[in-house]
């Protein structure tokens, strides 16, 4: 089993890196871990190298932190970061590329959502995903 962790270190995020922790441990799963770095529809030459450092560096933390509970379990498991201004079209395409059986993410991240609903990113990665989606609350 191939598994999609999206993470942006959010605790919803976190809650999700611990599910896939379990069934990696459980179903001997493979596990990805995914940040996404804000871009922009701007041209990348059009913004601050210091804005586009920063965000790479809280996606790389949000990677890291994800990691570090699946190093304390002594798991292996891949990290990706890519670009993107919609996340979860990041998501939709990796997933479908990479042919993974199940997504496992927060129902919602660092985003505010009125009311505690699920969030847009996992809105659209539910509706469009060509796998199975589990959302952790």
């Known amino acids: 089993m191939k598994i999609l962790v999206p993470t942006d270190g959010s605790e919803y995020a976190m809650k999700a890196v611990n ?8 179903e001997k799963a493979e596990v990805t871990l995914m940040a996404v770095s804000y871009s ?6 059009e913004f ?3 804005i586009l450092e ?15 509970v699946f190093n304390k379990k002594g798991i292996s498991v891949k990290t990706v970061i890519e670009r993107g201004a919609v996340p979860a079209n990041n998501i939709l395409k990796k997933a479908e590329a990479e042919k993974f059986d199940l997504i496992i993410m927060g129902h919602r ?4 959502f009125p009311g505690g609903g699920i969030g847009s990113t996992a809105v659209k990665v539910v ?6 989606v589990l959302i952790v609350k």
């Open 19 to 26: 599910k896939a922790v379990e069934m990696a441990e459980k």
């Open 40 to 45: 922009f529809s701007l041209g990348e030459d």
């Open 48 to 50: 601050p190298g210091s």
């Open 54 to 68: 920063r965000l790479d560096e809280e996606a790389q933390k949000a990677l890291e932190k994800a990691k570090e």
């Open 109 to 112: 991240g660092k985003g505010e």
């Open 127 to 132: 509706s469009y995903a060509p796998c199975s």
